[in-house]
């Protein structure tokens, strides 16, 4: 298995709602990767998780909340999202958090805020 | 920061065609990596190459290290290559991922 799942694949939410994105992998892979992508642009970085400990927060707004609750699992929390947070939202896992692995990214969540 | 620049940012081929996409960083890495993000937004890794050559079918790329720069080899163009082609990067001296703005490949048939 060298997937790296992500659902749902498109969510629509108002600014008050509560929502998580799921990603999972079975890769064996001990570090996972949130970025969002908007339209025309790269992808950026916004957590990282190595060994189920969060590593790197690339100073994201506290209205996401990610959770790595095993080493196969990744959550991405959503409350009081703002229409400019609409995006794609990418994980991605690697065998390590260090500088000479290889990427993998799911499919992405195409997530809406109006 | 570490700047990533890719050439050219848009590229229109017909079908059949060869291509190269150049990847040029601004620091010394040790991570390159090459993906192809597919019209439904699927990243695929193409190539993890920080040095050297690699094939895998129609595709190869070359990265000189220390030169800075690297290329992306497509032969024989087909419609599916259709997409972005992102060029990433990790400085030796740190270890988040820098993407570069991507090169926008549209295969004619």
């Known amino acids: 298995d060298t997937e790296v799942t992500q659902t749902p694949k498109h969510l629509v939410m108002g600014m008050t709602n509560k929502k998580s994105l799921k990603c999972e992998q079975h890769?064996?892979?001990?570090?996972m990767y949130w970025y969002k992508q908007k339209a025309k642009k790269p992808p950026e970085l916004m957590f990282v998780?190595?060994?189920?400990?969060?590593?790197i927060n690339e100073s994201v707004p506290s209205r996401f909340s990610p959770e790595c609750p095993n080493s196969s699992l990744l959550n991405l929390h959503l409350h009081a999202l703002q229409p400019e947070d609409s995006a794609l939202y990418l994980c991605?896992?690697?065998?390590?958090?260090?500088?000479?692995?290889?990427?993998?990214f799911g499919s992405g969540t195409q997530l809406s805020v109006l | 920061g570490i700047q990533v620049e890719q050439s050219p940012p848009d590229l229109i081929l017909q079908e059949g065609a060869n291509s190269t996409l150049r990847c040029n960083f601004s620091?010394?890495?040790?991570?390159l990596q090459w993906f192809h993000q597919n019209p439904w937004g699927q990243l695929i890794n193409l190539f993890y190459?920080?040095?050297g050559t690699k094939q895998n079918g129609r595709l190869s790329a070359t990265t000189v290290a220390t030169e800075r720069y690297s290329l992306l080899y497509i032969s024989s163009s087909q419609t599916t290559d259709s997409g972005v082609y992102f060029c990433?990067?990790?400085?030796?001296?740190?270890?988040?991922?820098?993407f570069g703005k991507g090169t926008r490949l549209h295969i004619l048939p």
């Open positions: 991605a896992s690697s065998p390590r958090q260090v500088t000479n692995e290889k990427l993998f």
């Open positions: 190459i920080p040095s």
């Open positions: 890769m064996g892979h001990r570090a």
């Open positions: 990433a990067v990790i400085m030796n001296r740190d270890d988040k991922i820098i």
């Open positions: 998780y190595s060994y189920e400990k969060l590593s």
């Open positions: 620091d010394s890495v040790n991570n």
